[in-house]
């Protein structure tokens, strides 16, 4: 059964930093474009970051853009997000998820399987 877990979420100052990972399993993950959006109360979920197979190619929301950066383990079978200069905008409950077979896309839509999410809070 396919599994997405995250962590390392928590509270953070603005301006700090913080590292999510995500854990996989039952599934080929070294086949799989990973991707990681956020949802913030009351907004819509959003695009954060996406990777493809090897790693080679990523794709950032403009918010986070120069400020995020996304990379993967295919041994550890682990998706990280690092989050430099985060801004009180961060915060947001983050999520990870995985496109089996696919090619790194921003369209949540095309996401099979979806962790349950790691709250970010950015204090200001």
């Known amino acids: 059964q396919e599994h997405l877990v995250e962590s390392g979420g928590g509270l953070v100052q603005a301006g700090g930093s913080l590292r999510l990972s995500c854990a996989a399993s039952?599934?080929?993950?070294?086949?799989?474009?990973m991707g990681w959006f956020r949802q913030a109360p009351g907004k819509e979920r959003e695009f954060v970051a996406t990777i493809g197979w090897g790693g080679g190619t990523t794709y950032y929301g403009d918010s986070v853009k120069g400020r995020f950066f996304i990379s993967r383990d295919n041994t550890g079978n682990t998706v990280s997000l690092q989050m430099n200069f985060l801004k009180s905008e961060d915060t947001a409950v983050y999520y990870c998820?995985?496109?089996?077979?696919?090619?790194?896309?921003?369209?949540?839509?095309?996401?099979?399987?979806w962790g349950q999410g790691t709250q970010v809070t950015v204090s200001s």
């Open positions: 039952g599934f080929t993950f070294s086949r799989s474009a």
């Open positions: 998820a995985a496109l089996p077979f696919g090619g790194a896309t921003r369209e949540a839509t095309q996401y099979n399987y």
